[in-house]
């Protein structure tokens, strides 16, 4: 099979290194430093400071070679770092999908969080290896690693969803996921 498939893609099995934290056969791999997290974290001058001081990595995207086509069901698996900017978790960028469709996540290794927000709700799942967190359609969806050690997951999404970075900018996320004393602690946007 060719790198990056196109349609039709064969049958084939996935390996998930949970070692690695990869997928096998493998295709595109998108890694994410802080720099590309502009105006998402609350105190914008810890940000910069973070990213002036090396720009860390702050998560990685591995997928399998099933193209994000209509039809097909593409999964990547997230690796997102351990770390906080004044207190507030390291996450993912989040989305919202341009067509409104559902995805589901599997906890792989660490211990994190799914925040959801529609517009007007916030919903939020604890995520660790093997729990299951199930995104419906219209839940614009970002990823928190709440531990010590890195958290990671595996996605599986419709290929024509698409990713909404726009929605966020626009209406926000709702709330922020901040180290609290004992639990995670999520605080008004
Ligand atoms: C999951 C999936 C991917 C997504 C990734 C990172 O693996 O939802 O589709 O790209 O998380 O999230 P984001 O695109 O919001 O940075
Ligand atoms: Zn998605």
Redesign the pocket.
């Known amino acids: 099979m060719s790198q990056f498939a196109e349609q039709p893609v064969e049958p084939f099995a996935i390996s998930l290194d949970r070692e690695g934290l990869s997928l096998w056969p493998e295709g595109p791999v998108?890694t994410?430093r802080m720099s590309?997290l502009e105006h998402l974290f609350a105190d914008t001058v810890a940000w910069r400071i973070a990213v002036d001081a090396g720009d860390p990595i702050v998560?990685t995207?591995r997928?399998s070679p099933v193209p994000e086509l209509r039809a097909e069901l593409?999964?990547?698996?997230?690796t997102i770092l351990p770390g906080a900017i004044a207190g507030e978790f390291y996450m993912?960028?989040?989305?919202q999908h341009q067509n409104l469709e559902g995805?589901m996540?599997l906890g792989i290794e660490g211990t994190g969080g799914l925040l959801m927000f529609n517009g007007r709700n916030v919903r939020w799942l604890d995520m660790k290896p093997d729990t299951i967190g199930y995104?419906p359609p219209g839940w614009a969806?970002?990823?928190v690693n709440t531990g010590a050690e890195p958290y990671s997951?595996?996605?599986v999404?419709p290929g024509d969803?698409g990713?909404h970075?726009e929605w966020?900018r626009e209406h926000g996320f709702g709330s922020r996921v901040f180290r609290g004393d004992k639990a995670p602690q999520l605080l008004p946007y």
Do not use: D, M
């Open positions: 998108l994410r590309a998560y995207v997928s593409p999964q990547s698996v997230t993912t960028k989040g989305h995805e996540y995104i969806h970002r990823s997951f595996l996605a999404y969803a990713h970075y966020v």
